[in-house]
């Protein structure tokens, strides 16, 4: 049977601003392009909701780039996943940023964007088929009670069980990172957490991110770290190239004489947007890495899970996403 992509319009914007007017103007059916990586998958996939009408095109506008200061570093939007592996900087101080973007296979690398992976759709597979869930203008998720295996919640959900499945996520939320983005009013900064809240419905869409229609993400920002401050990153998949995670885990900490303080604890793959195990956190400080410590810790960050139980079942990851957190705390060492 043959099937064809459907046509769509292409826009050049001059400008952010002009490609924010765009925007606006279609209202909601046009979308961003840069990569492509992943919305040139749903147009072919002809996702129902999620096929636009027109592309907005911002790779001429200038907004790629790594630049770092005494502030931190800034990545522009646009900046490929492999100029960000290959920055001297992010490779020296930025450890759970680099081991994020390190299982990205060289393909997609090269042509993704991180704006585009941090904001890409989740990879569920009854959306990736067209079914009429949440996500794609039904009133149903499947997931609860189908095969929940590989891509959906072990902390429960909200209309959708999907997971987010950026790593760069989650390093970004370990390194309190923050996201710029232009809209019709203008420029704003958001936290992760603000742009990331988790899953709620976004101009009429159900989604994990704040981004409006009509706004553009310009830059991220990650702070300077501080004296002693060392991060790091593990991710567990069922293939090491192209697959998305099971479980991943991004750690940071000021380490001073071997012990702990300020420990971020950040698990993705896991839920709709990256979490913090808060538990782990405050058993951390003031903890040296021992092996029985690092054990500890890992039970205490998924103390909160709550699989599914019900269709294929997902229980098996909480062990996956334990691992995760041992070794990405060995990272720090």
């Known amino acids: 049977m043959r099937s064809e992509t459907r046509q769509f319009g292409y826009f050049a914007p001059t400008s952010v601003s002009d490609a924010v007017t765009t925007l606006t103007k279609y209202g909601g059916q046009a979308r961003v392009i840069s990569g492509g990586t992943d919305l040139l998958g749903q147009i072919k996939e002809g996702l129902t909701l999620l096929t636009p009408e027109y592309v907005v095109d911002i790779t001429g506008l200038g907004l790629g780039g790594i630049t770092s200061d005494s502030t931190g570093l800034t990545i522009g939007s646009t900046t490929h996943v492999a100029d960000i592996l290959n920055n001297p900087t992010v490779q020296s ?22 704006a585009g ?31 929940n295996r590989y891509y959906h919640s072990i902390y429960g959900g909200n209309l959708c069980y999907a997971v987010h499945a950026g790593d760069i996520t ?61 991060s790091a990153f593990y991710k567990v998949s ?33 839920a709709n947007k990256p979490i913090r195990a808060t538990a782990a956190e405050s058993y951390l400080n003031g903890q040296q890495l ?14 909160g899970a709550t699989p599914l139980t019900t269709g294929t079942g997902n229980s098996f990851r909480v062990f996956l996403a334990q691992g995760a957190v041992s070794n990405a705390l060995r990272g720090l060492t």
């Open 290 to 303: 021992s092996d029985a410590v690092i054990s500890a810790a890992a039970t205490k960050a998924l103390s």
């Open 170 to 230: 989650t390093a970004l939320f370990a390194l309190d990172a923050t996201v710029t983005v232009q809209g019709p009013g203008g420029s704003s900064t958001e936290s992760m957490d603000q742009f990331m809240p988790g899953v709620s419905i976004v101009d009429g869409r159900v989604k994990e991110n704040s981004l409006r229609y009509n706004e553009i993400v310009t830059s991220i920002h990650i702070p300077a770290p501080a004296s002693g401050a060392v």
């Open 117 to 147: 992976d941090i904001s890409q759709e989740v990879w569920c597979w009854y959306l990736r088929n067209n079914f009429d869930c949440w996500r794609n203008g039904g009133n149903v998720c499947y997931a609860p009670n189908g095969d």
């Open 93 to 114: 101080t930025y450890g759970a940023l680099y081991g994020a973007v390190s299982g990205h296979p060289v393909q997609i690398a090269n042509q993704a964007t991180i």
């Open 238 to 270: 069922e293939r090491q190239a192209i697959d998305f995670a099971l479980a991943n885990c991004a750690v940071s900490a000021t380490v001073s004489g071997g012990t702990l303080s300020n420990t971020r604890v950040v698990l993705g793959g896991v």
